[in-house]
């Protein structure tokens, strides 16, 4: 039986850039996730926290909390695209490393625009297999240089998102230099099967992202042909226990696998009133912890 440790991270604040006027200051989102409970929280935004190593560890020591992975995209289903990907990758990995953590989250560019409208092609097999080939050497060199182990995170809209897409990835992968961020909300909101994921992949799923998506929200979204961003704005992505896919099963099966994993709370919310994260991260742990078994903080 494997251990599911749960924790936050600054997008569940309502943060997707390092600097938007909207968002939660980053000093009032180390107060409030320490205050809602958590001990374990990401990165997000490269530049949102603090990026002189030295300054966020006293940030992060003074408040009793730990860094369990940096977030990042990768563009590397592009010819030529691996030094652009790497100057993204790089200094988020550096970060990551020194605040102690041990993943690092890749994120696929996307297909679809803001807007909904189709900004690139989708990837046929040998794309594909392309893709897959880069990620694995991507992270190789990510574990060979700061010694994290990527955890490669499907995303709605992205080149990774439908349960075909992901299962071709996991397939054009090595498992020796990249997993699976298992994000429940992306894969639902792109009509796949967590639990299916879980049965069939269980040496696959490296880390976790937890989220649920409003059933009703999406049915509209995905009428109107609507990007993700606009989703969000919309409450595409909603406090549990009100959204799919179920938790409960999804964690009883996480704990079941011979790993011990993180799971990250993550509810997309840009932009947020500043009031309103703070009462659903409480909500959202104690509901954690009341039907997620063994789950720890």
Known sequence: MGKVTIGSAPDSW??????????????????E??????????????GYLPSDPARLKDQLDQRGLEVTAGTTFEQLHR????????????????????????????????????????????LDHEGQAWHGRQVTELGRRI???????????????????????????????????????????????????????IRDYPDRIGYVHLKQVDPVVLAEVQAEGLGFDE?????????????????????????GLDADLFAIVEQDMFPCPPEVPLPIARRTLAYLHSHGGGVSV
């Open 231 to 255: 989703a969000v704005k919309r409450g595409v992505m909603c406090e549990p226990p009100g959204g799919v896919p179920e938790l409960p099963p999804v964690l009883e099966a996480l704990s």
């Open 14 to 31: 309502g943060i997707w850039y390092a600097d938007d006027p909207r968002q939660t200051p980053w000093t009032r989102f180390l107060d």
């Open 143 to 197: 574990a060979d240089e700061y010694g994290l182990r990527t955890q490669f995170h499907p995303h709605a809209d992205g080149h990774v998102d439908t349960q075909d897409t992901v299962e071709r990835f996991l397939a054009e992968t090595d498992a020796a230099q990249v997993n699976l961020c298992l994000d429940t909300g992306h894969i639902s909101y792109c009509g796949g099967d967590n639990l299916q994921l």
């Open 79 to 122: 010819p030529d695209s691996w030094e652009s990907t790497w100057r993204e990758v790089s200094p988020v990995a550096e970060l990551a490393a020194a605040m102690g953590a041990k993943h690092l989250v890749v994120m696929p560019s996307m297909w679809r625009g803001d807007g909904g409208e189709i900004v690139e092609p989708r």
């Open 33 to 46: 996730v320490a205050e809602a409970g958590y001990t374990k929280i990401e990165l997000g935004p490269y």
